[in-house]
């Protein structure tokens, strides 16, 4: 089992809130609509920074999100999939800077 950790940092164009929300609803529908990328994710985690960090400026980033595979070339099969570069990778930065990605 593989679980990529992606540590998101949000885009500095929009606020807290908004950035929540779209990963929420917008990016986590987008990722769940695309039936391809299924074959591909064995489970799919978000999570948020909470709010109290915010009051701390104690955030080294904005959310997480942990996606869970089989072995390392069905990440690489996800990360090459068409969908994904034509449709999940776009969406990504438009409310993110890049990704740090951590493969454990």
Not at 46 to 71: H, I, K, M
Request: with cysteine.
């Amino acid at each position: 089992m593989v679980k990529l950790i992606v540590c998101v940092k949000r885009n500095p164009d929009m606020d807290i809130e908004g950035f929540h929300q779209y990963c929420r609803t917008s990016h986590g529908e987008l990722i769940k609509s695309i039936p391809g990328l299924r074959k591909y994710v064995r489970k799919y985690i978000q999570s948020r920074t909470a709010p109290q960090a915010y009051e701390r400026n104690d955030t080294p980033c904005d959310g997480v999100a942990e996606l869970w595979f089989d072995y390392m070339a069905v990440v690489d099969g996800f990360l090459a999939d068409p969908d994904y570069v034509a449709k999940v990778r776009p969406d990504e930065l438009k409310f993110t800077t890049t990704p740090t990605w951590l493969g454990l």
